[in-house]
T-cell receptor, first 113, second 112 residues
Framework: DAGVTQSPTHLIKTRGQHVTLRCSPI?????VSWYQQVLGQGPQFIFQ???????GRGNFPDRFSARQFPNYSSELNVNALLLGDSALYLC????????????FGSGTRLTVV | GQQLNQSPQSMFIQEGEDVSMNCTSS?????WLWYKQDPGEGPVLLIA???AGELTSNGRLTAQFGITRKDSFLNISASIPSDVGIYFC???WGGGADGLTFGKGTHLIIQP
């Protein structure tokens, strides 16, 4: 069975640009969460989506947005990129909102220059 | 954002030695999780703890959920080369909507 898949794996963008990252959860998982991992740090929670609705949001600016589609895949969008947005962006899926058995993807490495 | 206090930051050990690391928080959590992350990969769940005082094992790994609900530890017995990596603790308050709060990680290095 396929795990959590994220695309692209690597991305280089220029300051001020916009980026869209994509995530496909494990089949049957209805909850998707997004995390930002800066080098040398633990992941930081950005969003959780369950049944296509935002259920939780971390302490990130409004430049960050996300959505979940009917097939439970998800997109993370970041506008007006800053150098500090350079990080590994991780997607995690779980069967339900109250389930903590999160399975993480390998992430998208975003570099902003 | 908040991160849990995880120690030590790094450990240099000999193969076969036991390893111990811990995690503390100023806030209580209802769930504690331990993850391992290899280079270029996402974190992989090792052990999940759901009840204060709970002691859970997974092979050579043992973890405990502190009685105060503000701490947890992870032990690895008889370390082997594939144990190398970064270990993260993570706490969750509950309700499913607030995400996981992670520590900064313990980098485990095994010397030959």
């Amino acid at each position: 069975d396929a795990g959590v898949t994220q695309s692209p794996t690597h991305l280089i963008k220029t300051r001020g640009q916009h980026v869209t990252l994509r995530c496909s959860p494990i089949s049957g998982h209805k909850s998707v969460s997004w995390y930002q991992q800066v080098l040398g740090q633990g992941p930081q929670f950005i969003f959780q989506y369950y049944e296509k609705e935002e259920r939780g949001r971390g302490n990130f600016p409004d430049r960050f947005s996300a959505r979940q589609f009917p097939n439970y895949s998800s997109e993370l969008n970041v506008n007006a990129l800053l150098l500090g947005d350079s990080a590994l962006y991780l997607c995690a899926s779980s069967p339900g909102q109250g389930s903590y058995g999160y399975t993480f993807g390998s992430g998208t490495r975003l570099t902003v220059v | 954002g908040q991160q849990l206090n995880q120690s030590p930051q790094s450990m240099f050990i000999q193969e076969g030695e036991d390893v111990s690391m811990n995690c503390t928080s100023s806030s209580i959590f209802n769930t504690w999780l331990w993850y391992k992350q290899d280079p270029g990969e996402g974190p992989v769940l090792l052990i999940a703890l759901y009840k204060a005082g709970e002691l859970t094992s997974n092979g050579r790994l043992t973890a405990q959920f502190g009685i105060t609900r503000k701490d947890s530890f992870l032990n690895i017995s008889a370390s082997i080369p594939s144990d190398v990596g970064i270990y993260f603790c993570a706490g969750h308050w509950g309700g499913g909507a607030d995400g996981l709060t992670f520590g900064k990680g313990t980098h485990l290095i095994i010397q030959p």
